[in-house]
């Protein structure tokens, strides 16, 4: 047989996945093309293990969730990327509101980190430790961690984290760093600040939320994956989709085949690539046309659960 991740594996590369989530795992049809290792040899929770789902009021964790992800990665045989740990988004008012000072706030999100981890302790394969912390122009965004901490909470995030999971890879993971410029430049930064802590950073991810026909070049993707390999991390795509106004025309689908397959072998054509995650596989469960009004249809399976051959085949034969 043949399929995505099997390509994948054949070039080198540890995995192509997908993400996924509980509400979506009824859907038998859905499930059973999900847990084809053919395609999939990772997935990642799409939202049930962020903080709001994990620690919805302080002290109090909830892992059912996430449990049912990591359980049926385990069935499966796949590989789990366990997002994500310390972000300013679906994020429980207790903590963005909580107004707490310095080291408390260093302390609830120790405790997290810790608890969070210790639970998947040897399950996940990386993690996304921090998530978004950058603006465009690659000053740091104003979150509560920043604001109150400053800059430290991201090396703080990490070295908290090594300690709980040494084997599970440690992720910076970001959007529109993808291509050279201010925000790329401002991850790297990032890479620098947490080494010169002496903490440990391991990987960077790049999310790959894409638009048909301004998808970054295959070259541009690879020059800046490099920049980052330059600083000692290895690197993957984690949240890759490439949305179009809807209904899609059949020249933008022929766009979205190209903009798919430079993508994935600028991945491809960097050793220290690791892997692709989609997110998802099918339109019928992207987040695209529920926050991008009037875009979607950025995935390789349309909302039927029918793969687009164009699409599937231009992803295959770029590995
Ligand atoms: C998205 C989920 O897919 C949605 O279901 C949820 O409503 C919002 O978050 N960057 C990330 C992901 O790192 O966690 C986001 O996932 C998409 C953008």
Redo the contacts with the bound molecule.
Sequence with gaps: TDGLNIRAVAAGKQYFGS?TDNGELSNSAYLSGLSNTADFGQITP??SM?WDSIEPSRGSFSYSGGDTIQQLAVKNGQKLRC??LVWHS?LPNWVSNGGFDNATLISVMKNHITNEMTHYKGKCFHWDVV??ALNEDGTFRSSVFYNTIGPAFIPIAFATAASVDPDAKLYY?D?NTENAGSKSTGAQNIVKLIKQYGAKIDGVGF?S?FIVGSTPSQSAQVSNMNAFVSLGVEVAIT?LDIRTNTPATSSAVAQQAKDYAATIGACKAVAKCVGVTI?DYTDKYS?IP?VFSGQGSALPWDDNLNKKTDIYNAILNAW
Excluded: D
Aim: aromatic letters at 18%.
């Design positions: 993400a799409g939202n962020k997002h994500t679906q998530n978004e993971n959007y999310q939320h949240e997110w987040w529920g």
